[in-house]
């Protein structure tokens, strides 16, 4: 038997929605009445506390994944930050009343959930959540797992070890902001690089950048100094490939891939947020939100608009809901 809390949940919530595809500031539409989702057997329900948003929820809905992606109508939404009211009846890593966090599309663009968690509720397996670290709020905690998680994986990929260099394409970024602060503390990196424009140079710098390099002034595979690893964030593999030592790697999250270059698309899990909890915990990892960068839940289609801009510092959240 599903065990759920004694609070009741309604059987209508509240929802964004789009119908059909499009730009989200025209397709997205607050609906009032969305049914629950249906409770998987290794699903856990969650009350949504607060929502953040990738660059991955505004390509789905202008249709660039259309040909793997699930048929509208479509809740947006990969990140949750919420508490567990209900547990499937093969569930058993949580209970009900823990205080959650996690992406909760397992494969990014294979088929991502159609009610995502720009919602009151969603549903998700529970391997793919893990605790809320406790000194962390809902939005610190909605606002980390996709891009942390890419962050990881993209180091490791690339064969991050402790003293090596690493360069950043996009250090201001959601997932820039948090590949600075892994490669430091979690990987070791002697010497950690990292691209920004003129205003955000003292962030990176703040999230650990040993050399903060201006985009608008300098080009970065024209400096003397090379890397053993390359993370690009931006989309430039094929100048990333000029910046890397003999022998190293570049990792790529966006655009084309110029080898040696490498691409990879998250798969979403738990258990690396459980390994990255003790250094969320102790604040060696601090997330990063843009300071406009919280949106009540009615905007959400501002939230959007923002994000899409291409120039939003660390990450937005969507709070409270609703
Ligand atoms: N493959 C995967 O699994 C995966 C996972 C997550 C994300 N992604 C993709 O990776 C990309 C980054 O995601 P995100 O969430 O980090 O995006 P984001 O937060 O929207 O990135 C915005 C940041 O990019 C910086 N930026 C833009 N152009 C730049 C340039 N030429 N050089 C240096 N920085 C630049 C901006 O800083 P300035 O204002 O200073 O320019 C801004 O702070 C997106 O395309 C996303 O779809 C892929």
Same mark, same amino acid.
């Given at each position: 038997?599903?065990?759920?809390?004694?609070?009741?949940?309604?059987?209508?919530?509240?929802?964004?929605?789009?119908?059909?595809?499009? =730009?989200?500031?025209?397709?997205?539409?607050?609906?009032?009445?969305?049914?629950?989702?249906?409770?998987?057997?290794?699903?856990?329900?969650?009350?949504?506390?607060?929502? &953040?948003?990738?660059?991955?929820?505004?390509?789905?809905?202008?249709?660039?994944?259309?040909?793997?992606?699930?048929?509208?109508?479509?809740?947006?939404?990969?990140?949750?930050?919420?508490?567990?009211?209900?547990?499937?009846?093969?569930?058993?890593?949580?209970?009900?009343?823990?205080?959650?966090?996690?992406?909760? =599309?397992?494969?990014?663009?294979?088929?991502?959930?159609?009610?995502?968690?720009?919602?009151?509720?969603?549903?998700? #397996? #529970?391997?793919?959540?893990?605790?809320?670290?406790?000194?962390?709020?809902?939005?610190?905690?909605?606002?980390?797992?996709?891009?942390?998680?890419?962050?990881?994986?993209?180091?490791?990929?690339?064969?991050?070890?402790?003293?090596?260099?690493?360069?950043?394409?996009?250090?201001?970024?959601?997932?820039?902001?948090?590949?600075?602060?892994?490669?430091?503390?979690?990987?070791?990196?002697?010497?950690?690089?990292?691209?920004?424009?003129?205003?955000?140079?003292?962030?990176?710098?703040?999230?650990?950048?040993?050399?903060?390099?201006?985009?608008?002034?300098?080009?970065?595979?024209?400096?003397?100094?090379?890397?053993?690893?390359?993370?690009?964030?931006?989309?430039?593999?094929?100048?990333?490939?000029? &910046?890397?030592?003999?022998?190293?790697?570049?990792?790529?999250?966006?655009?084309?891939?110029?080898?040696?270059?490498?691409?990879?698309?998250?798969?979403?899990?738990?258990?690396?947020?459980?390994?990255? =909890?003790?250094?969320?915990?102790?604040?060696?990892?601090?997330?990063?939100?843009?300071?406009?960068?919280?949106?009540?839940?009615?905007?959400?289609?501002?939230?959007?608009?923002?994000?899409?801009?291409?120039?939003?510092?660390?990450?937005?959240?969507?709070?409270?809901?609703?």
């Amino acid at each position: 038997m599903a065990s759920d809390s004694n609070d009741t949940i309604p059987s209508k919530i509240k929802a964004w929605v789009y119908a059909e595809r499009g =730009n989200p500031v025209d397709v997205l539409k607050l609906v009032p009445d969305v049914g629950v989702p249906e409770l998987k057997e290794d699903q856990v329900l969650v009350k949504v506390v607060a929502a &953040a948003l990738n660059p991955i929820d505004f390509k789905r809905a202008l249709g660039l994944f259309k040909d793997i992606d699930s048929p509208p109508p479509i809740v947006p939404g990969y990140d949750v930050a919420g508490v567990v009211v209900k547990v499937g009846d093969q569930a058993k890593k949580f209970k009900v009343g823990d205080e959650v966090y996690g992406d909760i =599309n397992e494969k990014a663009l294979d088929h991502p959930k159609q009610h995502g968690t720009l919602a009151e509720y969603t549903a998700v #397996e #529970e391997r793919l959540l893990a605790l809320k670290p406790k000194n962390l709020s809902f939005v610190e905690a909605a606002s980390l797992p996709l891009a942390i998680e890419t962050a990881y994986e993209g180091l490791e990929r690339a064969g991050s070890s402790p003293g090596k260099s690493i360069l950043v394409l996009g250090g201001a970024g959601g997932v820039g902001s948090l590949v600075i602060q892994l490669a430091k503390e979690v990987f070791g990196a002697s010497r950690v690089a990292a691209t920004s424009s003129t205003g955000k140079l003292d962030l990176l710098k703040s999230l650990g950048a040993d050399l903060a390099i201006d985009y608008t002034k300098e080009n970065f595979e024209e400096l003397p100094e090379k890397f053993d690893v390359v993370y690009d964030t931006v989309g430039q593999s094929e100048r990333a490939v000029s &910046a890397v030592k003999e022998g190293g790697n570049v990792v790529t999250i966006a655009g084309a891939v110029t080898p040696p270059a490498v691409q990879f698309i998250l798969t979403s899990t738990g258990s690396i947020l459980e390994k990255l =909890n003790p250094f969320l915990e102790s604040q060696k990892i601090k997330p990063a939100i843009d300071p406009k960068g919280t949106f009540p839940f009615s905007q959400a289609p501002e939230a959007f608009s923002y994000l899409q801009t291409g120039r939003v510092t660390g990450k937005i959240v969507i709070h409270p809901i609703p």
